[in-house]
């Protein structure tokens, strides 16, 4: 059985950093894409970011330059680091896993972390 297990996150002012991780149990996430996803009140959830089987990234246009994804493939834990936060930003945050090698299918997902960034 797949689990994925967030931790990080919490309160932090404008400008300030925080990191997510994910860690994956009942499958070596190697070769698998990962991604983060976040869902404000009100709003509908959003891409954040990804980092594929070969270690390739990808990143909403609004976070670029401020996240990186990265994964540890020894530890099946994948990180978000966050930082130049801003009020914007605020949201439950989610990590997910593709369950093939050969598509991304978002099959698989953490059980959500509160970022809240206060102005």
């Known amino acids: 059985q797949v689990q994925l297990v967030q931790s990080g996150g919490g309160l932090v002012q404008t400008g300030g950093s925080l990191r997510l991780s994910c860690a994956v149990s009942g499958r070596t996430f190697s070769g698998y894409t990962m991604g983060w996803f976040r869902q404000a009140p009100g709003k509908e959830r959003e891409f954040v970011a990804q980092t594929a089987g070969d270690g390739s990234t990808y990143y909403l246009d609004s976070v670029r330059g401020r996240f990186t994804v990265s994964r540890d493939n020894a530890q099946n834990t994948m990180y978000l680091q966050m930082n130049s936060l801003k009020p914007e930003d605020t949201a439950l945050y989610y990590c997910?896993?593709?369950?093939?090698?050969?598509?991304?299918?978002?099959?698989?997902w953490g059980q959500g972390t509160q970022v809240t960034v206060s102005s």
């Open positions: 997910a896993m593709s369950s093939t090698t050969t598509a991304v299918r978002y099959d698989y």
